[in-house]
């Protein structure tokens, strides 16, 4: 995965990385363990925001048609989820 500072879209959504650090190439389980979220927007990004609410909404979670953003790599989701949602779905 690619955790660098970049924009995306014709809105320049730029997400950021809680410690404003980025780490270049990281393995998915390392960006997942130090909550780097550049890199996990990038990788839905990458697999195409329809295919992240598609497979949200295999998991059980209430992903809808105004969850379509890459805002939703981050849980930003409308509605929202309960962390009993999350853990069910996980």
Do not use: C
């Amino acid at each position: 995965m690619e955790d660098k500072l970049q924009s995306y879209g014709t809105n320049q959504y730029t997400p950021h990385n809680y410690d404003n650090e980025y780490a270049g190439k990281i393995r998915m389980y390392l960006a997942l363990a130090d909550s780097k979220n550049a890199a996990t927007v990038w990788l839905l990004n990458k697999i195409g925001v329809d295919r992240g609410v598609s497979n949200g909404q295999k998991f059980g979670l209430n992903v809808t048609a105004s969850d379509d953003n890459l805002s939703l790599a981050l849980g930003g989701l409308k509605k929202g989820e309960s962390p009993y949602q999350m853990a069910s779905a996980y």
